[in-house]
């Protein structure tokens, strides 16, 4: 397990069962604006939904697949950000994240996200991070574009959230390009 210290006050932890009930609540309290963008909030309808999603992001982590951890603000969970399932053969991944909405509007998750692109860089020796965004999601989309990441296109009608499909934009980056002061 780890703890990555990212400022005095921000830092990320591995997600380990202990942070279920804090992660839930956070879920809970930002349920209705979570869901305006990510079709997995309608399943966590308890705290042992939560544990499920971290015992198997625990398993990911062993099998050296990918890694999630919560973004704590002075020792609160504000959020969650993870690497999806690395592909080691083609030394990519994909980066998730969020953050409830009082945290948001503040720097940490441009912060936390250029951290974690630095790590996949230059300690898992990846060559390419992508980070997909709901089209309308203007919050999420800043985030790589102030990283310098590429917009490289569209994918219609690819995220299903109630009933309704939303189209999503793929961002990049690649290892080359990567400004490592961003």
Not at 9 to 35: G, M, S
Not at 96 to 110: A, D, F, H, V
Not at 124 to 150: H, M
Request: proline share 2%.
């Amino acid at each position: 397990m780890f703890d990555w210290q990212i400022t005095d006050h921000k830092r990320l932890e591995q997600l380990e069962v202990r942070h279920a009930q804090e992660l839930f609540q956070l879920t809970d309290q930002n349920r209705e604006y979570l869901a305006q963008w990510l079709p997995w909030v309608d399943s966590v309808q308890q705290p042992d939904d939560t544990v499920d999603f971290i015992k198997q992001t625990q398993k990911q982590w062993v099998e050296n697949q990918s890694f999630q951890a919560a973004i704590l603000v002075d020792n609160n969970i504000a959020g969650t950000i993870g690497h999806h399932k690395i592909d080691w053969q083609n030394q990519k991944t994909s980066l998730g994240y969020w953050l409830g909405k009082s945290y948001q509007g503040r720097g940490i998750m441009t912060k936390c996200c250029s951290e974690v692109v630095r790590h996949a860089f230059n300690k898992l020796d990846l060559n390419r991070v992508e980070i997909y965004c709901a089209i309308d999601n203007k919050k999420s989309r800043a985030i790589p574009e102030r990283l310098g990441f590429t917009q490289e296109g569209s994918q219609k009608e690819t995220i299903q959230l109630k009933d309704k499909f939303k189209d999503r934009i793929i961002y990049r980056t690649l290892k080359s390009e990567w400004n490592s002061s961003a």
